[in-house]
């Protein structure tokens, strides 16, 4: 035993931690021997390359009192989708009016503090031929960019799906700060009627904590977007011991990774029963499991939690939000809205160059009304009834 031990040593090689990133796989073998030499206190250091300070910079903008996200990086297809639902086709011209419409909108940001692209929108300028990077700048809205290229189903798993877009994506992340943009965005998605499988959890949390690095590396600061697809027929209980499942594994390998928790921003699901679920849970429940979970699994070093709306409707995002903020939290407790932001206002645009105002207006009222829930004076007092309409899709993807 000891002559097997000694060969051990000699043929375990010690990887500095350049080498070791270069060929990082979640298939370490199954024995490591730790050395332990003395080192001077600066070579444990770990730091987030030259773009530290900037990245705590830009993650406490973003996270700053009163506002929140808009989640504007729908990929064509699903844009498609959008433009379809009010009878418009999926062109690039009719893409950009919409976007055009969105980041142009007076006083935005007020209320936003950041803008998530698709990679057409971070190069295209509006309608008015201003670059849409430039616009959202001067509305004090930081640019951020979805780099994520979607996903794809998981072989070995229980008919689950992984994200793909490794590949590459430093390249990608360095081009996309050049164009301007501050912060990157990438989703994955855990299923809990598909198990979800300990294969799918650690995937997901190992391909977030990859995008992190890279992203901090090229001074991007990385939202981390684990959602727990709403679809099932499982009450709360369930949601939250799933989501706290996911959120250990995702944290565990962010730290694995190196990622500077100071230059993220995370942008969960808020723990809520499944779609089909015969018992609905009100904002207060929803608020008091959702916080649970974030006290048990996140770092007080997090400058933001984004929690991204998920089918739910426009007022119902707003009132569990709201319900959150009714007590002071150690993170920004805020939102990264898509459709909770845009339903009603796509709507009333129509399609239509003479709705574009309304459009706008309505844009506004529920960017103000999810600000009011980030300091958690939200009322809900004069919602539309479209607002209040549910818009949960299952199997939503995008």
Request: charged content about 20%; some cysteine.
């Amino acid at each position: 035993m000891a002559s097997a031990s000694a060969t051990l040593l000699k043929s375990s090689p010690i990887l500095d931690k350049s080498e070791w990133v270069k060929g990082q796989n979640l298939r370490q073998p199954s024995v490591s021997v730790v050395r332990c030499h003395p080192t001077a206190p600066s070579a444990l250091t770990v730091r987030a390359s030259s773009y530290a300070d900037e990245l705590i910079k830009t993650a406490k903008t973003i996270a700053s009192p009163g506002r929140g996200i808009l989640a504007m990086d729908e990929s064509n297809a699903t844009c498609g989708k959008r433009l379809a639902s009010i009878g418009l086709e999926n062109t690039e011209a009719n893409r950009q009016a919409y976007r055009t419409l969105l980041v142009s909108a007076p006083g935005l940001g007020e209320y936003i503090s950041g803008a998530i692209l698709f990679e057409e929108t971070l190069y295209q300028s509006t309608t008015d031929g201003k670059k849409m990077v430039d616009v959202l700048v001067e509305q004090n809205i930081v640019p951020g960019i979805k780099v994520d290229k979607g996903l794809v189903p998981l072989p070995g798993s229980n008919n689950e799906s992984w994200c793909q877009g490794l590949d590459g994506l430093s390249s990608r992340t360095a081009a996309y700060y050049q164009q301007g943009a501050r912060f990157a965005k990438w989703r994955t998605v855990v299923s809990i009627p598909n198990g979800p499988s300990a294969l799918a959890v650690k995937e997901a949390a190992w391909g977030l904590a990859r995008y992190a690095a890279i992203s901090q590396d090229s001074g991007l600061v990385p939202i981390v977007e684990p959602e727990i697809l709403l679809d099932g027929e499982h009450g709360i209980d369930r949601t939250f011991e799933v989501a706290k499942k996911v959120w250990a594994e995702v944290f565990f390998y962010l730290a694995e990774n190196n990622v500077m928790f100071e230059g993220i921003l995370l942008k969960p699901s808020m723990v809520t029963p499944g779609a089909e679920c015969k018992e609905k849970a009100t904002p207060q429940q929803v608020a008091d499991y959702t916080l649970k979970l974030l006290h048990r699994r996140i770092p007080p070093a997090v400058p933001g939690i984004m929690f991204l709306s998920g089918g739910q409707s426009e007022v119902e995002a707003t009132l569990n939000l709201n319900a959150m903020n009714q007590s002071p939290n150690p993170w920004h407790v805020s939102f990264s809205y898509a459709r909770a932001l845009q339903n009603t206002c796509l709507k009333t645009w129509g399609g239509r160059p003479e709705n574009v105002k309304a459009a706008q207006e309505v844009l506004l009222v529920r960017a103000k009304a999810n600000s009011l829930a980030q300091l958690g004076k939200y009322t809900g007092e004069g919602e539309s009834e479209e607002a209040k309409k549910g818009m949960f899709v299952k199997g939503y993807v995008y």
